[in-house]
Structures are given as structure tokens and as C-alpha cells.
């Protein structure tokens, strides 16, 4: 009897016949045993299919993990898994970025094996990867303590060392839900019920003795799980509601190596020196005060002169690049928002309605239908297009308390909204635009880095979305076209498109090589449809505009505190709230001083003068902890001199200026909003 072959196909482009059933790790043992040795799953990809990079999230969704998958998709698969049609394989090694995703979901179950060892009693929930590590959601009467906690992250090297193999089984429907019904696993049926059909069978994970619900894939067994790491401990309400038996939720995080676990440890560390919420109180810069309401932000007049720093840039560059400006009410009649339809899709992140004289309000959640209106206001030409609408606009979201985290979720915010109506002949050039716009914006704040992904639509889920096909190939088209032809390198994610137009995401990584989600730019076919915009065409004919929301800080806020992040509160000389400090000796110098003072000042530079009757050094340190990029000091011989004793940030000491040439050099950093002292 003759053995079926089948195809496989390799990224450099060769081909194996190889009998059906035969494994990844077979292949990758015919190619190189230590290209066996380093890989940790592989990527199946149907012969004229894409690969796609996965979407990641700090709280993957219970669906992402047990839910049905794409046939037609790339998926990863263990390396014991037989294949049985041809296919495009790729061997996943530490190199892929999706690798150490799966490295952490092994993790997990790691540590649910270890903590039912110690302590049976316990009932899972779930046990995904995140983009820092991974949790496991326990549900047990008794809570865990530290204590607990240390004997866990014991037990966990013990089932490493066991090097136990990740054991895929499957078992029919009814007599899973049976076992778990049995066990009073209420989480473990929910998940089973909800996530396969009657019927059929239920993938499960064994490594030992343990065996969870779970789709996979795992390393090949626990030993690879090397270096491994329990850090919290949290509450979590099964299934998100208070009302639900509150969960107990592990985190830890794993990596390859001890090497890659110890220098994530000192990335930590070093955000902790960074928080912005410390430097946000350290350095006087803004606070929430609880009398007013969380997630409300009080800027200090030191944070409020980085603002205003900020804002005028950007205000000045919209200005330059042909936006018009524009302001919009803080609070509008809940009838607009009922036609823009956020009064439902979004109603649960607004905040109520208020009942007034003459109808509801609502605050805004966003600025976009305000900015309609003013297109809407006056008839429109294909002449009069694009119309370019920017706003540093205060908007109001409902976020769930607990969800609040400093400048970063807040509930009151300032978006640098834009929005572009145009021709859809314009549409590329207005891209260019926006993404001219947006590197601008990351070098002149000191981002050196970036990464860009595009939203497209599911063509196989065409009904959630809004738009016709023509609409949304339009739309997609123009962006991918741009990107390209921009040479930029970019990931594409397909059905992440919000459901009224695809959107390319800009997101700068910080020093500590943090990814931050801050500008975008978002085609929607939803609002011209709804407020049926118009403007005529060079053909006499009315026609719909395209409209484009672009934002570039994202929310200032979110952006300051990134910023403060980003410099550990020491700003670049542009954008300093105070860009000199000065100390005069003694009182007697008090005249130079306020003649040291006028001068900088009369130049545009931001001081401050400590005349207290404390010691030089006294002086030097406070405005040294304010993070002051320069601090003069000048006594008699500098004021006979007519110079200052320059000492600046980061480099101590750096001996007697002219104080003339001291302006001058610090008006050519501010000019060319230098990051370098």
C-alpha cells in the first residue's frame, strides 16, 4: 500500500515530499538538529495565504484563546502536530516575536500545575499571554498570601525540572462538560460551552498530571520553560462583574533566558524611577484631586507651561500646514449624539445625560460631530475642499474606576483633534500629509522610533462594517499606497478596522523601549452618511466627501505623561517649565541678579531666581532636583566680570560664560528645539 505524500514548502523557497503525518520537528530535525533544538512551535500557512503578525493585548479576550479559528489564516501549531495537507511552514524559533507569546502561555500553565499541586482545592479560570508576561485566574475561598506566593514560584521550578512534555489531547463535548460539572469547574464549563460546538470534541493541554481546556499551541514541554517569574497577586470578578464570586489573579512573566528575565526586572526598575505620577508630584507639575473626582486632571502652573509649550507648536505647524482652527462646545443636546450614533454604540463610555430647559445633553466623548456641524454650516464646492478642522478639544469618557492610571486613562482629556473633509482625488496627497505631520511631531519631541500598523476590514465579515466594498478597497488602497510609497515598513492587521473605516496607527517607543499607541490617522464612512454631508462636484452633481480623523499627540495628557516618562522629567531645553535656575551668592549680588533676570527674560528664556537666605549649595541641589537644565551662579566676580557660572544638567560644572553668550546658546536650542544640552 502506498504512503500518501504531501508538499511542504519552506520560506527559502524549497519543497519536501514528505509522508503524510509527518511532524514539524521531524522537518526541522532532517534540516538541522540545532535548528530542532531552537525552535519552539511552527506557523502553517495554506498555500495562498498571508502571513499576518498577531494582534496582542495587556487582557487577551476569552475568545482569542478558546474561540474558532480561521482556516484560511496563518495559525501556530506544536512542533508534535502531524501534517496532513500541503502547506507553507515556517519553523518558529526565539527570533519571532510570537515565540515568546507562547513561551508565556506554557508559563501559565505551569503555574496552574504548580498551585494544584499545592493546593487542590483550587478552580481555574483562565491562563493567557500577555504583552508583559501572562496571568492565571484561580477561583479558592481561602486567599493567597505572600507566603503562598513564595512556596508557588517554588513548585514552578520543580514542574521545570520535571520537563514534563505538552501533550495535546481531545475528548468528546458532553463528557468534558460532564467531568467539569462534576468537579464544580464553573469556569472551565462556561469556557467549554461558550466556546465549541455540540457535538464535537474539546482540545486539551496535558503536562503531567494536569490537563486544562486550552487550543494551544505549547512549547514542547515544561523544561522549556526557563526562566520563569511570579510577580502580583490581584482581584477580578469572573467575568468582569462585581456581582460574579471575585477571582484571585496570578501574574507572572517568563523569557528565554535568566539574562533576558534579570534585564526585564531592570527595565522595571527604571520605569519605576520614571512613573510620571511620582515626577508628576516630584517635580510640581499636576495632581488629581479626589475632592473634584478621579481621573480629572489639575495642571500645576509648571506642567501647564510645558502645555502651553506644546500646544502652541502644534497649533503654530496645523497653522502652517493649512488647518483651520476651530472650537467646539464642551457639552452638546443629546440629539446630535443620537445621530453621530454614540448615543448608543458608545453611550456606556459617556457620561449621563443631563436634563436641561429644552431638551438632554450630554458632555462630549469626542469632537468629531461638532466639527461637521461647522462643514455643514455653509454649502460647499469642490473648491472650498479639503477643509481642514483642528481643535485641542476637552472631551469627557466615562472609564470604569479601577481603569484610571494617572495621565495615561483619565476622564477628562484634550484630544489635538483634526478632521480632513476632502475630494476622494485628495485623499492620498492628505495621508502623505498627516503622516508628514505625525514624524514631525515624533522627532521634534525627542522619538527616535516608531513602529506603524494598518486596520483593514475582514472581507469575510463584510456586515460589521459600514461602507461599500468599493468604499473601503478605496480607502484601503490609498493608505497601503502611501505607506509604500513612504518606504515604510509597516504590519497589517485584517478586521481591525474600527467598523466605519480602516486607520494606520503611528506608535512611538519610548527610551525604555515601551510601545505607545498615540497618533492616528482613520477614515470613516459612518458620519458623512449620517449627517449627509455634501459638497458639489466640478461635474455640477452633489457628492459625499471623505473624511479622514487624524490625531497626532492622541490626547495631551496621555502624551505629557509619556513625555515625562520618556526624559525621567528632565525635559529638553524647549520645553523645560523653567530652562535656568539662578543663585546669586549672597544678598548683595541681588542687583546683578534682577540684572541677570531681565536679560534672559527680555530673550524669551523661562527662569527663576532663588534669592532665599540659604547656602549656595542649598540652592544648587533644590533647582539640581527640579531637574533645571541649567542653574547660573554668579557672585562678585562673575558680576564684575559681567558673566555667570554655567552649570548644566547631566554634566555638573562647566566653568564662567559671557552672560551674552549664554543667551545666545540657549536661543539656539530653544529655536531648533534641541534634545541636547
Given at each position: 500500500?502506498?504512503v ?12 519536501r ?6 511532524t ?27 502571513a ?6 495587556e ?17 501556530l ?22 515565540a ?43 486567599p ?6 513564595a ?34 469547574d464553573?469556569?472551565?464549563t ?28 505549547h512549547?514542547p ?22 456581582k ?13 533566558s ?34 473634584a ?39 452638546m443636546?443629546?440629539?446630535?449624539w ?8 458608545y ?46 478639544g ?68 463584510s ?38 473605516g ?71 531645553l ?9 543663585v ?7 542687583a ?9 527674560k ?59 553668550d549664554?543667551i545666545?546658546?540657549?536661543?539656539a ?9
Amino acid at each position: 500500500m502506498s504512503v500518501q505524500t504531501i508538499a511542504v514548502h519552506l520560506p527559502d523557497g524549497a519543497i519536501r515530499e514528505v509522508p503524510s503525518g509527518t511532524t514539524p520537528l521531524e522537518i526541522a530535525n532532517s534540516i538541522s538538529p540545532r535548528l530542532a533544538a531552537a525552535s519552539v512551535v511552527a506557523r502553517l500557512i495554506p498555500l495562498g495565504g498571508t502571513a499576518v503578525k498577531s494582534t496582542s493585548g495587556e487582557e487577551p479576550s476569552e475568545a482569542a484563546m478558546y474561540g474558532a479559528e480561521d482556516a484560511a489564516a496563518p495559525r501556530l501549531v506544536d512542533l508534535s502536530t502531524p501534517l496532513t495537507a500541503d502547506t507553507r511552514l515556517e519553523l518558529v524559533t526565539e527570533k519571532d516575536p510570537e515565540a515568546l507569546k507562547v513561551v508565556r502561555h506554557s508559563a501559565a500553565h505551569v503555574l496552574a500545575t504548580a498551585v494544584l499541586e499545592l493546593f487542590p482545592e483550587t478552580k481555574l479560570g483562565h491562563g493567557p499571554a500577555t504583552d508583559s508576561g501572562f496571568f492565571y485566574d484561580f477561583y479558592r475561598e481561602k486567599p493567597f498570601t505572600p507566603e503562598d506566593l513564595a512556596l508557588i514560584e517554588k513548585k514552578i521550578a520543580e514542574v521545570v525540572a520535571r520537563d514534563e512534555p505538552f501533550i495535546h489531547e481531545f475528548a468528546p463535548r458532553n463528557k468534558s462538560l460532564e467531568g467539569f460539572e462534576r468537579d464544580g469547574d464553573f469556569m472551565k464549563t462556561h469556557f467549554v460551552t461558550k466556546f465549541t460546538e455540540p457535538g464535537s470534541d474539546v482540545s486539551f493541554y496535558r503536562n503531567g498530571k494536569f490537563v486544562d481546556f486550552c487550543r494551544g499551541p505549547h512549547v514542547p514541554s515544561t523544561g522549556r520553560v526557563k526562566a520563569v517569574k511570579v510577580t502580583t497577586l490581584a482581584g477580578a470578578y469572573w467575568l468582569g462583574d462585581e456581582k460574579n464570586p471575585q477571582l484571585q489573579r496570578i501574574y507572572g512573566t517568563a523569557f528565554f533566558s535568566q539574562k533576558d528575565l534579570d534585564a526585564h526586572f531592570a527595565r522595571l526598575e527604571e520605569a519605576a524611577k520614571r512613573d510620571h505620577r511620582l515626577l508628576g508630584k516630584q517635580l510640581d507639575l499636576f495632581s488629581i484631586q479626589e475632592l473634584a473626582g478621579s481621573g480629572l486632571i489639575f495642571w500645576h502652573p509648571k506642567g501647564a507651561m510645558v502645555r502651553k509649550t506644546m500646544e502652541d507648536w502644534m497649533r503654530e505647524e496645523c497653522v502652517r500646514r493649512g488647518y483651520l482652527l476651530v472650537y467646539t462646545p464642551h457639552v452638546m443636546r443629546r440629539e446630535l449624539w443620537k445621530v453621530s450614533g454614540h448615543d448608543g454604540v458608545y453611550s456606556k463610555d459617556m457620561f449621563p445625560p443631563m436634563k436641561l430647559d429644552d431638551a438632554e445633553y450630554r458632555l462630549k466623548p469626542m469632537n468629531c460631530p461638532g466639527h461637521i456641524l461647522i462643514y455643514k454650516n455653509s454649502p460647499k464646492s469642490y473648491r472650498d475642499l479639503p477643509q481642514r478642522y483642528a481643535e485641542f478639544g476637552n472631551v469627557y469618557r466615562y472609564e470604569r474606576s479601577g481603569t484610571m492610571h494617572g495621565l495615561l486613562r483619565v476622564r477628562g482629556f484634550t484630544q489635538d483633534d483634526a478632521h480632513i473633509f476632502c475630494t476622494p482625488e485628495q485623499i492620498e496627497g492628505e495621508v502623505h500629509a498627516c503622516l508628514d505631520f505625525a514624524e514631525a511631531v515624533l522627532k521634534t519631541f525627542g522619538f527616535k522610533e516608531y513602529r506603524v500598523e494598518l486596520s483593514t476590514r475582514d472581507p469575510q465579515k463584510s456586515g460589521d462594517f459600514f461602507g461599500t466594498a468599493d468604499d473601503w478597497a478605496h480607502a484601503e488602497g490609498a493608505l497601503n499606497k502611501v505607506l509604500k510609497e513612504r518606504g515604510l515598513t509597516f504590519n497589517t492587521f485584517p478586521g481591525e478596522a474600527a467598523f466605519y473605516g480602516p486607520k494606520i496607527d503611528v506608535k512611538l517607543v519610548d527610551v525604555l523601549g515601551r510601545l505607545w499607541q498615540l497618533s492616528t490617522v482613520q477614515f470613516d464612512f459612518n458620519l458623512p452618511a449620517r449627517f449627509e454631508l455634501e459638497y458639489v462636484g466640478e461635474d455640477g452633481a452633489r457628492h459625499q466627501p471623505v473624511m479622514v480623523h487624524r490625531a497626532l499627540f492622541g490626547s495631551v495628557e496621555r502624551f505629557f505623561g509619556v513625555l515625562i516618562e520618556h526624559y525621567a522629567g528632565a525635559f529638553p531645553l524647549w520645553l523645560a517649565p523653567v530652562q535656568a535656575g539662578l543663585v546669586p551668592i549672597s544678598e548683595r549680588h541681588k542687583a546683578y541678579s534682577e540684572k541677570v533676570e531681565k536679560a534672559l527674560k527680555d530673550a524669551g528664556l523661562r527662569v527663576e531666581v532663588d534669592d532665599r537666605n540659604e547656602k549656595m549649595n542649598a540652592k544648587i541641589r533644590d533647582f539640581a532636583n527640579q531637574k533645571t537644565p541649567y542653574i547660573l551662579v554668579f557672585g562678585d566676580k562673575e558680576e564684575a566680570a559681567g558673566t555667570v557660572s554655567v552649570r548644566t544638567r547631566g554634566k555638573g560644572d562647566q566653568g564662567s560664560m559671557p552672560l551674552a553668550d549664554f543667551i545666545a546658546k540657549a536661543q539656539a536650542l530653544v529655536a531648533g528645539q534641541s534634545t541636547e544640552l
